[in-house]
């Protein structure tokens, strides 16, 4: 049988190809969400926002974090998903939990009791039928000094910050230096090493997503890409250590607090559409 069929085309196919021509990073189709996809991934998020609900309730002085780690397991678990980070790369628990100096991946410990005056991180991924979600929240633990309050609001607005610049046809790195010019005018720094990165049909795709990138750089933003907003904001150096006894949990080299939320957002033809926070 003889047929003429039109090329399988994807959205934007010819834009994308005009950008790549003008020397622009632009991402492989791979990365591109369909309405279907992008259903899935609110429906992820829907459960990793209900184990993020169930923390918030019940968050308090005097809980550790491997009870933290219980209710993101339970909660997640009994709306069908599973916590992502369980087994993942090793990691022993359903959810990461940072306190104070700890910048990210802090293990869920029942020897870590949440005190009067601590901040944390709750970073909570799922994966529900194969579609990844991802998104971390701050809580002050019972009466938190203004210092470490206001490091915790400045983080959350850098994020906001960012999420305005989620613009079709930018580039990542306008999104990254207004995170970045937000934490520095408050005069605290963003860790570099560590970053954002897409998310969705795995736990972590390209790009690697800076928040300390130089303005007009970086892959461009085309609609249908999924990826996470999340800088790390130090008080004090951007400088860190991993620690090598168990291989995961990032501090601050200087000792001072450390502020992190996490939203995941998708590049809509018109803007940008919140999918997990
Ligand atoms: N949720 C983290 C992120 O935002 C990833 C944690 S990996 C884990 O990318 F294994 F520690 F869970
Ligand atoms: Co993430």
Redesign the pocket.
């Known amino acids: 049988m003889k047929f003429t069929m039109k090329a399988r085309h994807f959205p934007y196919e010819e834009k994308i190809r005009a950008f790549a021509r003008k020397g622009y990073e632009v991402p492989p189709r791979r990365l591109l969400k369909s309405e279907k996809d992008v259903e899935g991934i609110r429906r992820s998020a829907a459960i990793n926002m209900a184990a993020l609900d169930a923390v918030a309730a019940r968050i308090g002085v005097g809980m550790s974090t491997a009870a933290i780690d219980r209710i993101v397991h339970e909660t997640t678990v009994s709306l069908g998903g599973v916590p992502?980070?369980?087994g993942?790369?090793?990691?022993p628990?359903s959810?990461?939990t940072s306190v104070n100096d700890e910048v990210?991946?802090g293990?869920p410990s029942e020897n870590v009791i949440l005190k009067d005056g601590d901040i944390v991180n709750v970073?909570?991924?799922t994966v529900y039928q194969g579609y990844y979600s991802?998104?971390?929240r701050m809580f002050l633990i019972g009466d938190v000094s203004a210092e470490r309050r206001r490091l915790v609001e400045i983080t959350k607005e850098c994020v906001e910050i960012g999420i305005e610049q989620v613009i079709p046809w930018h580039v990542l790195g306008d999104m990254g230096a207004a995170v970045h010019a937000h934490a520095r005018k408050h005069g605290y720094s963003v860790v570099r090493d560590v970053g954002?990165?897409g998310?969705g049909k795995e736990?972590?795709e390209d790009p690697f997503v800076s928040y300390v990138a130089a303005p007009g750089t970086g892959m461009l933003m085309v609609p249908g890409m999924v990826f996470?907003i999340?800088p790390m904001v130090n008080m004090g150096s951007d400088e860190i250590w991993i620690d090598d006894d168990n291989g995961?949990t990032i501090h601050t080299d200087d000792g001072l607090p450390s502020a992190q939320w996490?939203v995941q957002i998708l590049v809509t033809e018109t803007g940008h559409e919140l999918l997990s926070w």
């Open positions: 992502a980070p369980l993942y790369e090793g990691f628990r959810v990461c990210c991946h293990i970073d909570c991924s991802d998104s971390s954002g990165h998310c736990f972590h996470t999340e995961w996490e």
